[in-house]
T-cell receptor
Framework: DGGITQSPKYLFRKEGQNVTLSCEQNLNHDAMYWYRQDPGQGLRLIYYSQIVNDFQKGDIAEGYSVSREKKESFPLTVTSAQKNPTAFYLC??????????????FGPGTRLTVT | GESVGLHLPTLSVQEGDNSIINCAYSNSASDYFIWYKQESGKGPQFIIDIRSNMDKRQGQRVTVLLNKTVKHLSLQIAATQPGDSAVYFCAENYGGTYKYIFGTGTRLKVLA
């Protein structure tokens, strides 16, 4: 089965701890994205990557970091610098970023709760 | 379940009736639009897309209408079923870039 997997589904952390969310895809997509979803708001872009070893900040990158060492994997680290980390985090991928291959496929999400 | 659906506008529809969900998009230059369905606790699922050179596109039981004059997008679901209950939101894109703008969504409740 092709798709995007995120793990874990639920994650609990204490304030002040860094936490890494996993995202893996076997769709052979070049582009990957991380979004944050909060109640009553549209998805907001945290980071995106167009190709291996390259990534760019999105609209709300502060307090987050990413890496893209492999095409299939795009982990997101939520650092202690993120003021309001509790949210639903969604990973997505697309064939590319430009040239008409727009459609984004989403993973199942990770619900992060920081107390 | 997830709390992402709190405070959303809700559309309640009788099973078997048609549903119409609306979206006002923000950028008059946007040229690609997607409708997503998101069930509680899950990631968004692609339903249908449309490019700005079209006014209407049909899929299986779904139709998307695009009115560029008033920057309005609608999703019509025919013969709504209980499994259609979810949050639906639109996304717009300009120029095939990484940048998508996502709507906040509408909750669809199907009444038996």
């Amino acid at each position: 089965d092709g798709g995007i997997t995120q793990s874990p589904k639920y994650l609990f952390r204490k304030e002040g701890q860094n936490v890494t969310l996993s995202c893996e895809q076997n769709l052979n997509h070049d582009a990957m994205y991380w979004y944050r979803q909060d109640p009553g708001q549209g998805l907001r872009l945290i980071y995106y990557s167009q190709i291996v070893n390259d990534f760019q900040k999105g609209d709300i990158a502060e307090g987050y970091s990413v890496s893209r060492e492999k095409k299939e994997s795009f982990p997101l680290t939520v650092t202690s610098a993120q003021k309001n980390p509790t949210a639903f985090y969604l990973c997505a991928s697309s064939i590319g970023v430009s040239g008409g291959d727009y459609e984004q496929y989403f993973g199942p999400g990770t619900r992060l709760t920081v107390t | 379940g997830e709390s992402v659906g709190l405070h959303l506008p809700t559309l309640s529809v009788q099973e078997g009736d048609n549903s119409i969900i609306n979206c006002a998009y923000s950028n008059s230059a946007s040229d690609y639009f997607i409708w997503y369905k998101q069930e509680s606790g899950k990631g968004p699922q692609f339903i249908i897309d449309i490019r700005s050179n079209m006014d209407k596109r049909q899929g299986q039981r779904v139709t998307v209408l695009l009115n560029k004059t008033v920057k309005h997008l609608s999703l019509q679901i025919a013969a709504t079923q209980p499994g259609d209950s979810a949050v639906y939101f639109c996304a717009e894109n300009y120029g095939g870039t990484y940048k998508y703008i996502f709507g906040t969504g509408t909750r669809l409740k199907v009444l038996a």
